[in-house]
């Protein structure tokens, strides 16, 4: 009987060790997706893009596409911490003086104020500087056709 007992000890032990590892290990994985996945995506999708998205034809745009947005005011040395500052100061307060996409004022004019939280507005740039931004088909094209006329800022 004590044998039995032991050997059960021993298999129940052995047992939820390796149903824990795999629960552990299972764990790790959704972690890491979640820590894959920045916020600033979503919010950029439920904020921006009713405006800014990259499926709309460029004839039916209202709004410049985000990845215009990111091309214009990312240059040579912009930092992080500059590039969030410039997108807070715009979206909060946008004025034809502070346009840095003066083709896009012209053929839409200034965007409206609005009035989203500071932190919603560094997730969004953070996210539109560290990562790629889906452009539409034509993006390409357009923007090196109009790079050329651009401004110098």
């Not at 410049?64 to 040395?77: N, S, T, V």
């Not at 930092?79 to 997108?87: G, L, R, V, Y």
Request: with cysteine.
């Amino acid at each position: 009987m004590k044998h039995i007992l032991v050997l059960l000890m021993f298999t129940l032990i052995f047992s939820c060790k390796k149903e824990m590892s795999k629960t552990y290990e299972s764990n790790r994985i959704v972690e890491g997706k979640k820590a894959t996945e920045h916020p600033g995506k979503k919010l950029m999708e439920g904020y921006c893009y009713a405006c800014h998205d990259a499926s709309t034809s460029h004839e039916k745009r209202i709004a410049p596409p985000m990845i215009a947005i990111k091309k214009h005011y990312i240059l040579d040395g912009t930092s992080k911490e500059m590039f969030i500052s410039a997108i807070q100061e715009w979206i909060k307060n946008p004025t034809e003086d502070k346009a840095k996409m003066y083709g896009a004022v012209r053929r839409f004019g200034v965007m409206q104020k609005l009035s989203y939280p500071d932190t919603v507005i560094t997730q969004i740039a953070e996210y539109i500087y560290d990562y790629d931004i889906e452009e539409p088909d034509w993006f390409q094209d357009h923007f090196k056709e109009r790079q050329g006329n651009m401004p110098k800022h």
